[in-house]
């Protein structure tokens, strides 16, 4: 089955840096594209960023344009989200997200597998 599994979160200061993983298992990583999404308290969940297949093809919501950084290494079936200047409004839970048609789009109607999360907490 389809595993996917974040690391990475914890607790940065404003202006601070973390970069997540996300590891994927039981599907044929080149063939997918990945995505990012976030969850913070009270909120819906929203998108993040997304990457092609090859990694040639990137996508970020407008308030992470020029601080978030996806990429990807397939021969390690690995995602990445390299996360700069990071600000306390980017605090929230951090999921890893693919699926069959998923082609980063930010609803997350073709989202088919989710990874369990990952906790990031950005103080002032």
């Known amino acids: 089955q389809v595993q996917l599994v974040e690391s990475g979160g914890g607790l940065v200061q404003a202006g601070g840096s973390l970069r997540l993983s996300c590891a994927a298992s039981?599907?044929?990583?080149?063939?997918?594209?990945m995505g990012w999404f976030r969850q913070a308290p009270g909120k819906e969940r929203e998108f993040v960023a997304a990457?092609?297949?090859?990694?040639?093809?990137?996508y970020y919501t407008d308030s992470v344009k020029g601080r978030f950084t996806i990429s990807r290494d397939n021969a390690k079936n690995t995602v990445y989200l390299q996360m700069n200047s990071l600000k306390p409004e980017d605090t929230a839970v951090y999921y890893c997200?693919?699926?069959?048609?998923?082609?980063?789009?930010?609803?997350?109607?073709?989202?088919?597998?989710w990874g369990q999360g990952t906790q990031v907490t950005v103080s002032s």
């Open positions: 997200a693919t699926g069959d048609s998923f082609r980063g789009e930010r609803d997350s109607s073709q989202v088919r597998y």
């Open positions: 039981g599907l044929t990583f080149n063939a997918y594209y």
């Open positions: 990457i092609s297949w090859s990694g040639d093809r990137t």
